[in-house]
């Protein structure tokens, strides 16, 4: 009898594992290879952040963009940091999504005469990111050593006005 049973204990593993373990470890085994993708990513990323035995080159030209919707305290004093950096070019840029709202901005900038040149560039579907992005890839050109660090008015107290972003990728 003693055989029976172990036959018959035998047969409901079976039919467990048709009935959906196989499941369980099919994802376990997906899983351990989308772990090792994932860890052979974070080593391929590791490699590349080494610093390299030549050491770091600096950027040949420092081409600043200061990020403007409004002519307010924040704005002046995000311009003041960015020329404070002391940039080969120093551009405000205003992506406009309202063409009623840039002329009142351009009339202002020229009212107040603020000596940082504003660039105005449309974006007729309220996109933002993209229209900035195309600027400063437009605007270093091909130069590997052209950095465009980018600063935007910030109204928070707490960070003294302006934040500061580099938007384009590091230069070789």
């Known amino acids: 009898m003693g055989a029976v049973v172990g036959t018959r204990g035998r047969r409901q593993r079976q039919d467990k594992f048709a009935a959906g373990a196989y499941l369980a470890i099919g994802a376990m085994v997906v899983i351990y290879f989308l772990m090792r993708a994932i860890r ?16 770091v080159t600096l950027p040949s030209r420092n081409h600043a963009v200061v990020l403007v919707s409004k002519l307010h305290a924040p704005t002046l004093r995000a311009l003041a940091y960015a020329k404070a950096t002391r940039p080969d070019d120093l551009t405000a840029l205003m992506v406009a999504v309202d063409e009623e709202e840039s002329q009142q901005l351009q ?23 993209r229209p900035v992005l195309d600027y400063v890839s437009a605007s270093t050109g091909t130069a590997p050593a052209t950095s465009s660090p980018c600063t935007s008015p910030n109204t928070s107290s707490d960070t003294g006005g302006s934040s500061c972003c580099t938007i384009n990728p590091p230069y070789a």
């Open 40 to 55: 052979r990513h974070y080593d391929l990323v590791a490699a590349e952040l080494v610093p390299k035995v030549s050491g």
């Open 107 to 129: 009339s202002e900038w020229d009212d107040r005469d603020v000596s940082v040149p504003l660039r105005i560039i449309a974006s007729p579907y309220r996109e933002i990111t």
